[in-house]
């Protein structure tokens, strides 16, 4: 059976009831169906934390209990408790039937998969913000979950820094007693034991690098799927105007990504070994030290007094470059419209414009950021320079060895290292707190179904609809688009919606079909507020047909089957049918895998009308909206799709706005729309008759 049967059985068990819905929404399921990888985001929606192990049957203790148990066959069962050698099971296929069955035949049926969950606790608010936990960030908290695979990194950096101390006691080795008294057997062994520390080291190093790759990709891969939900479940009306920029902040995420490469992990981990490194120093070299802690101002001064400068110019850069791939994308989208109009010329103007500015920002930062890196070099050398110099004076006085100066100048070199690497650092965390910002403005932005909200669970809604005070405006600074003081539309009706263009007509659909939200008074469905209803309820019960179809890029299949499983061919063809756009395979030699251009294009508006309809008709809704179903199509096209949406209507509630005259022969009442408010309502022929003195458009309509 599948996955995601169990997981509902285990949560109604842990006394977390769910819908199919509330678990898979927004998911990336393959083939439709739950996988074990997907497992634990899905059980975190119900409050449950998954943990997959391998083991016994036999080896499970009864408080760990109930647990899903995956079997050969491919099917789970939840193993619900244990009465000496024989096991309660539940199994999710139909109702969920128990069975009590010997532990050792469950075991034998049993791939060693074993998935346990934890209930989460989530208080109440009544304590209000009383000894309250400050919430956790969405990114620093996948950091902190990864604290134990910084500390193995840490161990490996302690190691390989550790055998890095040989080379330098090697070389005062030779100098002070190897070279004096021309012991070569001396100097073989330490030569020996010298490549055993460096191949030691090397390995140790590769290991670190390898852990720190793959901490960053399993960071990364959470990260970015963490992100992009969040972006995919953006409520509509929360989303920014300009897609371009929208794309361009969220492409920052690889800034906040990079930081966390290998290369800068790996100097945050040598950083703690400088103090170890002048320890050191001060055992072999004595005041040769001192050399090395006056230079240390001189490196990290200089990054963090340019901390300000290269805030602003991050801050800078990323607003630029937003604007600058806004318009981009705005060109490349509207490229037929842009070489109709000669408009190359003044979206080239604009992003050579753009481009200058995103340039002179860059070269300003990558000046200060070379200027840190050089002088931080500078800074190293000189540092080796003056060691020498003082060294020789130490060695003249007699406090040091000709040895000792040499491995303190060589692990000088060793010490300020990491502190160079520090200024680009510095230069790089400027870049990801300015990209950090920008997604935690993405991240805080409304979505369709916020953490921990519990919907009402509507799976048979009818389509009576309710509309009580509505108003609705696309920004703050407008006026109302739609403002309706009370409309009803009862359940199996069909009504036309008319109106001159910018009526309101097309958003009062979008706001019925749910995927906008009204900025004031409430739409009421099946008795219930729309916004109490489960997101994957309305999905499933409305079936809304925008002005503009939208196809994307890939086959005529992928394009039918869209959010839809376990559809047939025989079915797609059947919705194409229905749609009227057959020849749109049965003319192709690829038939349903005939692949179609990003945003349907090299298709006529009414094909892409046609496929927006067997879409439509694939979901089988019990609530149709449509928003000028065939205003593309020729008139042979409309009046054959008119006749199939004539049977397929009947019985479900049917809301069209349209300008079509042979459209209103589907149904029997019209509103009219005007200024965004209802104008007009009643029976087709009244409304039209009352009108048409008034108005030579509606009669056309």
């Known amino acids: 059976m599948d996955l995601l049967d169990a997981l509902v059985l285990l949560c109604k068990l842990h006394d977390r009831p769910v819908t199919y819905g509330e678990l898979t929404a927004g998911l990336p399921l393959e083939e439709g169906r739950l996988t074990i990888k997907l497992l634990p985001r899905a059980a975190a929606r119900a409050d449950l934390s998954i943990h997959v192990r391998r083991g016994k049957l036999s080896a499970i203790k009864p408080h760990h209990l109930p647990a899903l148990v995956i079997l050969f066959d491919g099917t789970t069962v939840v193993f619900v408790s244990r009465e000496g050698e024989q096991c309660r099971i539940l199994h999710p296929a139909g109702s969920g039937y128990e069975e009590l069955i010997p532990l050792a035949s469950l075991d034998a049926q049993h791939t060693g998969l074993v998935i346990f969950a934890t209930p989460l606790v989530r208080l109440d608010d009544r304590a209000g913000s009383y000894a309250a936990e400050p919430a956790s960030h969405w990114f620093w908290s996948e950091i902190t979950r990864s604290k134990w695979d910084f500390v193995e990194v840490g161990f490996a950096a302690a190691l390989a820094?550790?055998?890095?101390?040989?080379?330098?006691?090697?070389?005062?080795?030779?100098?002070d007693r190897v070279v004096p008294n021309l012991a070569f057997s001396t100097l073989w062994v330490l030569a020996i034991g010298m490549l055993v520390a460096i191949a030691i080291e090397m390995i140790v190093r590769v290991v670190r690098s390898n852990l720190m790759n793959a901490v960053g990709k399993r960071i990364d891969r959470k990260l970015s799927a963490r992100v992009y939900e969040q972006v995919l479940g953006i409520r509509l009306e929360a989303r920014p105007a300009a897609v371009g920029a929208f794309s361009s902040q969220i492409r920052e995420l690889d800034a906040v990504r990079d930081f966390f490469t290998s290369t800068t992990i790996g100097t945050?981990?040598?950083?703690?070994?400088?103090?170890?490194?002048?320890?050191?120093?001060?055992?072999?070299?004595?005041?040769l030290v001192w050399v090395l802690i006056a230079a240390i101002p001189f490196i990290v001064l200089p990054g963090l007094l340019a901390q300000w400068p290269l805030s602003k110019m991050s801050r800078e850069k990323l607003r630029q470059g937003a604007v600058r791939n806004g318009v981009l994308i705005e060109a490349l989208s509207s490229a037929e419209t842009v070489k109709a109009l000669q408009g190359e010329g003044r979206f080239q103007l604009l992003l050579e414009e753009y481009t200058d500015y995103v340039s002179q920002n860059s070269m300003r930062t990558h000046r200060l950021s070379s200027l840190l890196s050089y002088g931080a070099s500078a800074v190293q050398q000189v540092t080796y320079i003056m060691v020498i110099v003082a060294g020789v004076y130490e060695v003249a006085a007699g406090n040091i060895t000709t040895g000792g100066m040499l491995a303190a100048s060589i692990l000088s070199s060793r010490t300020i290292s990491p502190l160079t690497r520090l200024s680009s650092i510095f230069a790089r965390w400027q870049q990801m707190r300015a990209a950090l910002k920008g997604l935690d403005a993405v991240m805080q932005s409304p979505i369709d179904r916020p953490v921990g909200r519990r919907f009402v669970h509507r799976p048979r809604l009818k389509g009576e609809f309710s509309v009580e005070e509505l108003a609705f405006r696309y920004d703050d600074e407008g006026g109302p688009i739609v403002q309706i003081p009370s409309l009803f539309f009862s359940a199996g009706s069909a009504t036309a919606l008319l109106g001159a263009n910018g009526s309101g007509k097309s958003t009062l659909l979008k706001l019925l079909a749910g995927l906008y939200q009204p900025t004031e008074g409430r739409i009421i469905l099946d008795g219930t507020e729309m916004r109490q209803i489960d997101p994957m309820d309305l999905r499933k019960a409305i079936g809304y047909l925008p002005q503009d179809v939208k196809l994307f890029y890939g086959t005529v299949r992928d394009n039918l089957t869209i959010g839809l499983r376990d559809c047939e061919d025989e079915e797609l063809l059947e919705a194409l049918k229905f749609?009227?756009?057959?020849?749109?395979?049965?003319?192709?030699?690829?038939?349903?895998?005939r692949k179609l251009g990003e945003g349907g294009a090299g298709m006529s508006g009414g094909q892409r009308q046609s496929v927006g309809l067997a879409r439509l008709w694939l979901r089988d809704p019990r609530i149709v909206l449509l928003d000028e179903p065939t205003a593309a199509m020729d008139h042979a096209l409309e009046m054959g799709v008119i006749e199939n949406l004539r049977g397929w209507l009947s019985g479900r509630t049917s809301i069209i706005a349209t300008h079509r005259q042979p459209i209103l022969s589907l149904v029997n009442r019209a509103v009219v729309m005007k200024n965004g408010r209802p104008a007009a309502d009643g029976p087709v022929e009244g409304v039209l008759a009352a009108l048409s003195p008034n108005n030579d458009s509606t009669r056309r309509a």
């Open 579 to 593: 749609a009227g756009a057959e020849s749109l395979v049965g003319n192709h030699p690829l038939g349903l895998d």
């Open 268 to 287: 945050l981990s040598d950083l703690p070994f400088v103090a170890l490194f002048l320890a050191v120093i001060w055992l072999i070299g004595g005041p």
């Open 161 to 175: 820094n550790i055998l890095a101390l040989g080379v330098s006691l090697f070389s005062m080795q030779v100098y």
